[in-house]
């Protein structure tokens, strides 16, 4: 029993050392490090020889300026409202909403006999008034013919007198026969001076009643006037928009019938930002598009610009007018009111393919993969304006070759307005060549480039 328990404490012991042995070999096997250590060490760096990948675009014309653009709602040129102008039952309305009307129309039309009554009444008393000038001018007949007659005896008694008065010299009558002549005499003047008296009396009678037909007439003609407005006739051509009431409804002085709308022309409302005030004028060209024709755009001119801007929201209403010829324009529809700038279009390009000749003799380059071929620091900040006085030059990398012989050429362009991230190239660069936007390494003239899928008219393989 002793022996035995001997032999289990030394086999016991054996399997401690084994264990013990075995967690020592990874730690000093063969005197290398741990393989998580050999990783870790730092690798030997390897030269890129690979063309760099460039991001390339067309270069095209453009305003660097973008246009301003509002929306609005497009209305007729003119509404107007056809109102009754005498009472009077509607009794037909030959229009509905959508008839197309001309102006001068009839319409519709109103019970007139009231109407007609007064026309035949003021006529009536004209030929009344036509009569009394009549009679009237008979008095004055009577009248001169009665002047007539006094100035004859008037010069049958001056005869008289001259006879008695050269018998009175030689003696042959007396005195008293004399004077009885003078008597007569004067008082066939008097007589005379009476009736060319009763003349002007009777011809001012004449004149009056001859005012007073003119005003009777007068009444007649208004009379007649009103009588007329029983008809309803279109004052504009154009469209009818709504159809306020029906026939059998008794009309007002002020009633509204009709409401037309003349849509020669088509005007539209728009509310414009007091910033941009400054470029908006009247006959301004503006171009206006409308959803409801997609595939069109309208030419129009700004007519009219509010002096008084909206307190709360500082907005200036602008009103802005467009031909409509065919009448296929209505109102209601939205419109988007293009305010063309009159500004010269060049070549523009981002800010990001351009490196001034400062920063290209500096020997400044990006060892980003992403990074632009310029700074910030190239071109004016975004945002700002460079006025052209102020130009100056850079570099811009165009693509040339191609396959496997393109490559990257250094061109000098001079530098216009900038504006947003957007620079003007006033000179060095064409419509339609291809430049470098991006790289992703350092350019030098004339290194082999490869395009990206990014690039403008590449495909993925080039």
Not at 258 to 281: M, P
Not at 352 to 359: I, M, P, Q, R, S
Not at 395 to 417: E, P, Y
Request: proline residues 6%; glycine residues 6%; positive net charge.
């Amino acid at each position: 029993m002793a022996q035995s328990l001997l032999q289990f404490r030394h086999l016991a012991i054996r399997l401690l050392w084994v264990t013990f042995a075995s967690s020592l070999i990874p730690l000093s096997g063969c005197g290398l490090p741990p393989k998580a250590d050999a990783e870790a060490q730092p690798q030997p760096a390897q030269v890129d020889n690979r063309p760099a990948a460039v991001d390339v675009a067309i270069a095209r014309t453009a305003p660097l300026q973008p246009d301003l653009e509002y929306t609005g709602t497009t209305q007729p040129y003119r509404q107007v409202s056809l109102r009754s102008r005498v009472e009077g039952q509607l009794i037909d309305l030959a229009v509905n909403v959508g008839d197309r009307v001309t102006q001068g129309q009839v319409l519709g039309r109103l019970d007139d006999n009231v109407l007609a009554a007064a026309v035949v009444a003021a006529e009536a008393e004209v030929a009344a008034r036509e009569s009394e000038v009549a009679q009237a001018r008979t008095e004055v007949s009577n009248a001169q013919t009665q002047v007539e007659e006094a100035r004859l005896r008037l010069q049958q008694a001056q005869s008289d007198l001259s006879r008695l008065e050269q018998l009175f010299r030689e003696g042959a009558i007396p005195e008293q026969q004399v004077e009885n002549a003078r008597t007569t005499v004067g008082t066939a003047q008097q007589a005379l001076r009476s009736a060319q008296s009763q003349v002007r009396t009777r011809q001012q009678a004449v004149a009056a009643i001859q005012r007073r037909v003119a005003s009777q007439r007068a009444i007649v003609a208004r009379e007649q006037e009103r009588q007329s407005y029983s008809l309803l006739t279109a004052p504009v051509t154009g469209f009818v928009l709504e159809r306020v009431t029906e026939p059998g409804n008794l009309a007002q002085p002020g009633s509204e019938i009709l409401k037309l709308g003349d849509f020669s022309q088509v005007k539209v409302a728009v509310q414009v930002s007091e910033l941009e005030l400054g470029t908006i004028r009247p006959g301004q060209s503006v171009q206006v598009k409308l959803d409801a024709f997609p595939d069109q755009t309208f030419a129009g001119r700004v007519t009219r610009v509010s002096p008084a801007a909206n307190p709360t929201s500082r907005l200036i209403p602008v009103e802005v007018a467009m031909p409509n010829p065919n009448g296929k324009v209505g109102s209601g529809l939205l419109a988007r009111v293009n305010f063309t700038q009159q500004a010269v279009k060049r070549v523009v390009v981002p800010e990001t393919a351009l490196k001034t000749h400062e920063e290209r003799q500096a020997g400044a380059r990006s060892q980003s993969a992403a990074k632009p071929l310029a700074s910030a620091s190239a071109t004016p900040a975004r945002g700002q304006n460079r006025q052209e006085s102020g130009s100056k030059t850079g570099t811009i990398f165009v693509v040339t070759g191609s396959g496997k012989q393109t490559a990257a050429a250094a061109r000098s362009v001079t530098l216009g307005n900038c504006r947003d991230g957007q620079v003007e190239i006033l000179a060095g660069l064409q419509p339609g060549d291809r430049f470098i936007v991006r790289s992703s390494k350092a350019l030098e003239d004339g290194a082999p480039i490869r395009l990206s899928v990014l690039s403008e008219g590449a495909s993925p393989r080039s």
